[in-house]
């Protein structure tokens, strides 16, 4: 005596309508989720059917090998993604600026040192006619 409800039923592709599979492949490739948390969001069993999904439907380039972005982490970003990295290393950049002028101005004023190169007079004139 078995009982039904416990059977596992498998699904087949069919049962996936073109709206659906549509639906997914947009999503992914806005960046929204990646494929595998689409599969698991979904129930989506097979392994690479939103791949292909995405090969076939998708408008992102895939004549290109995909070898090479496994072992760069930046290559299978998100744009999202991609924008706030940039934006971590734009404030890090900004910090350590900060921090290399201040050691600039302390090495000048207390050790009698002169780092930054003196404008000569011509070049002070070609910056201020270009801050006008």
């Known amino acids: 005596m078995e009982d039904k409800s416990k059977q596992r039923v498998r ?3 069919r049962d996936y309508t073109m709206a659906f599979k549509l639906s997914v492949v947009a999503q992914v490739e ?3 989720m990646t494929y595998k948390q689409a599969q698991a969001l979904y129930g989506i069993q097979g392994r690479s059917t939103v791949l292909k ?4 439907h998708g408008t ?3 004549s290109k090998s995909m070898v090479h972005s496994r072992k ?5 970003e998100t744009p999202v993604q991609k924008i706030k990295r940039l934006e971590k290393e734009l404030e890090e950049e900004k910090i350590k600026t900060a921090l290399l002028n201040k050691m600039i101005e302390i ?6 040192t002169s ?3 003196k404008l000569t007079p011509e070049l002070h004139e070609v910056f201020r006619e270009k801050d006008k």
């Open 30 to 32: 806005k960046g929204e």
């Open 107 to 112: 090495s000048d004023r207390e050790f009698g």
């Open 60 to 62: 992102l380039d895939w």
């Open 115 to 117: 780092i930054r190169k």
């Open 72 to 76: 760069d982490p930046k290559a299978r």
């Open 11 to 13: 699904r087949t592709q």
């Open 53 to 56: 999904w995405l090969r076939k």
